[in-house]
């Protein structure tokens, strides 16, 4: 059985200077969790909620991010600052946080290398660290993101200049890409291209604003039903779908980029006057090195069992959020639901059981389709439709849904999520 819960001890902790926390990483820790996102604090929030009190958080940024919201400051709805909030203020108390990052694990002797030298022994190990933006993965994108007319919501200092790019542009070429690799919020990279058009619809010079937009996909969205709507939002806004291509190569002084098309092969350089572009992703590169990365995963994201979370391995180990390597869409829903599962299954192995929590793939991806109109895909393995919301039709865009995404979502996040009520 589990442990029954017990009062919450605070952070133990030695102050650094400036405030920051740090805990000693010498001992043995009975649960290390790796990444201070919001996969690896729901998680910790969950064993503490269950009893567990020897917690340890491994996370070397001192900011927590509300991602979801980066879309909306690209399109002018949000402000970047409502979006952040002190990691230590996330931390659930009674969890240890070492300040460090992460720089390998050996599962065999179950130890996580830290930078500074320094090892730590762990008895059960939650994988969370998320992904990595890899902007060198498109030739010439690291060297023209951030500068003249390029920028992505997919980074915190280049959103707010996706909207300061929108706002400004009258007439011209506006690009918006998808990358080939799996990646956070899937549907993000078109529903800017659906924001900017709207603006630009109101501001009367959409007509004098070319849109393409770049999907590597067969369709819009992998779930036909939802494709087929988007399909009429992209004809209603005159935006170019160009399928089955992503973006190959950039040059941000002549501003142009390539777009290749795989399905007959063939490339197109295409000037611009903005670009938004998102960087292909990946798992961080020490897990790819690492015995924990999925050989089937050519981004070298960490294996899980699709279902118990469990490393296939390694029965001490569990993975969840971006760094999983799970046939589901990398969204902030689907954290929210994997995040009971893992905190369950890892509850059963440390009483001796077999996991008997199962994840059944749900994600769920808010489809931003104007300033004030939304979709709501959720959906599971199978690709079935789920919705939060039976009584209403999901294929049609609402307001109320766009409200709940901008005003409801984030309460929940800080207030629900992150404290393990939700």
């Not at 992904?131 to 980074?155: F, I, T």
């Not at 549907?187 to 009367?204: S, V």
């Not at 929210?336 to 749900?362: F, I």
């Not at 919705?387 to 039709?393: N, Q």
């Amino acid at each position: 059985m589990a442990a029954s819960p017990s009062p919450s001890p605070k952070r133990s902790a030695s102050p650094a200077p400036g405030g920051t926390s740090i805990t000693p990483v010498s001992g043995r820790h009975r649960v290390a969790v790796i990444g201070g996102g919001s996969a690896g604090i729901s998680v910790a929030a969950r064993l503490r909620r269950a009893g567990v009190s020897d917690i340890t958080l491994i996370e070397p940024s001192d900011t927590h991010w509300y991602q979801p919201l980066w879309t909306l400051v690209g399109g002018g709805q949000a402000l970047l600052h409502a979006t952040r909030r002190p990691e230590a203020s996330v931390i659930p108390d009674g969890v240890r946080w070492i300040r460090r990052h992460a720089l390998a694990v050996d599962p065999d002797t179950r130890t996580v290398n830290l930078s500074g030298d320094d090892q730590l022994t762990y008895e059960h190990l939650v994988m969370a660290p998320g992904l990595q933006l890899d902007w060198g993965g498109v030739p010439g994108l690291a060297e023209a993101v951030g500068h003249d007319r390029v920028s992505s919501n997919y980074a915190p200092e280049y959103a707010p200049r996706t909207w300061d790019l929108i706002k400004n542009m009258r007439s011209g070429t506006a690009v918006f890409t998808h990358p080939a690799t799996p990646l956070k919020c899937g549907g993000a990279p078109q529903k800017i291209a659906y924001l900017a058009a709207d603006h630009w619809r109101r501001q009367k010079v959409l007509d004098d604003i070319r849109i393409i937009l770049v999907i590597p996909d067969p369709a819009m969205f992998k779930v036909p039903a939802w494709s087929q709507v988007l399909e009429k939002v992209a004809a209603r806004y005159g935006i170019e779908v160009r399928l089955r291509s992503e973006m190959t190569d950039v040059d941000g002084d002549a501003r142009e980029l390539t777009v290749t098309d795989h399905a007959n092969g063939t490339k197109e350089t295409i000037g611009y006057d903005l670009l938004h572009a998102v960087p292909p992703q990946s798992a961080p590169d020490w897990i790819k090195a690492g015995p924990l990365a999925d050989p089937a995963s050519p981004q070298g994201f960490v294996t899980a069992d699709k279902h118990t979370l469990q490393h296939p391995s390694y029965d001490s180990v569990f993975a969840l959020g971006d760094v999983a390597n799970l046939p589901t869409s990398k969204t902030g829903a689907a954290v929210r639901k994997q995040a009971p599962v893992v905190a369950g299954n890892l509850l059963d192995v440390m009483n001796g059981r077999a996991p008997s929590h199962r994840y059944d793939g749900y994600t769920s991806c808010p489809l931003v389709t104007a300033r004030d109109r939304m979709l709501l895909a959720e959906f599971d393995y199978d690709l079935n439709p789920t919705p939060s919301f039976p009584l209403l039709d999901p294929f049609k865009e609402r307001r109320t849904m766009w409200l709940f995404k901008r005003y409801g979502l984030p309460p929940v996040y800080w207030h629900g999520m992150l404290t393990g009520r939700l």
